[in-house]
C-alpha cells in the first residue's frame, strides 16, 4: 500500500512530466520567435530550442509511471511496480542526457530560462521517481472484487 511518501512523489513526478510537455507545446507554439521562457538558448542570429521530437519521452515517462493515487486506502499494483519506476528513471536520465549535451555544445549562446526550467523538471522528476521506490511500503492481497483480504476473506 502506498505511503503519503509514495502519493506525494507519485504525483510531483507527474507534474514534472506534464511539465515538459506544456513546454514543449509552447516551444512548438513560439517556434517561429523568441520566447525566453520555452528558448533553451539563443545568440544574435539563431534560436535554439527543443524540438518537437522529444514529444515523447514525457509522454512514455507518463505511461511508465505507476499509477498512485492520493486516496486514503489506495493500493498500487505490485507487478510490474518496480520494473515500470526503473524505465520512468531511465527516461527521466536519458532526458537529462539530451538537454545536457544539446546545451554544452552551443559556445557563443546565451543559456535562457528554457534550459533552466527543463532541468529542474527533469531533475525533480527524477528525484521524485527514485522516491517512489517501493522501501518500506506494505504489501496487501486484493480479492476479485477490489477489497483487501484478510483471513476471514480468503
Not at 510537455?21 to 517556434?31: N, P, Q, Y
Not at 505507476?66 to 536519458?94: C, D, E, K, S, T
Not at 549535451?101 to 557563443?108: A, M, Q, R, Y
Not at 528525484?127 to 511500503?137: E, I, Q
Amino acid at each position: 500500500m502506498p505511503d503519503r511518501r509514495a502519493r506525494l512523489a507519485s504525483n510531483v513526478a507527474t507534474i514534472c512530466a506534464a511539465g515538459l510537455l506544456i513546454g514543449l507545446l509552447g516551444s512548438a507554439v513560439t517556434w517561429w520567435g523568441r520566447s525566453a521562457l520555452f528558448d533553451l538558448a539563443e545568440n544574435s542570429e539563431q534560436i535554439v530550442k527543443i524540438g518537437t521530437g522529444y514529444f515523447f519521452g514525457p509522454v512514455l515517462i507518463l505511461l511508465a509511471l505507476p499509477l498512485v493515487l492520493g486516496r486514503a486506502g489506495q493500493v498500487v499494483l505490485r507487478r510490474w511496480y518496480r520494473a515500470r519506476l526503473g524505465v520512468a528513471i531511465l527516461l527521466w536520465l536519458v532526458g537529462l542526457v539530451v538537454l545536457i549535451s544539446k546545451v554544452s555544445g552551443l559556445d557563443g549562446y546565451t543559456i535562457k530560462a528554457g534550459t533552466y526550467i527543463v532541468g529542474g523538471f527533469l531533475v525533480t522528476g527524477l528525484v521524485a521517481t527514485l522516491a517512489m521506490w517501493p522501501t518500506g511500503l506494505s504489501t496487501v492481497e486484493v480479492d476479485k472484487k477490489g477489497r483487501v483480504a484478510t483471513p476471514e476473506r480468503r
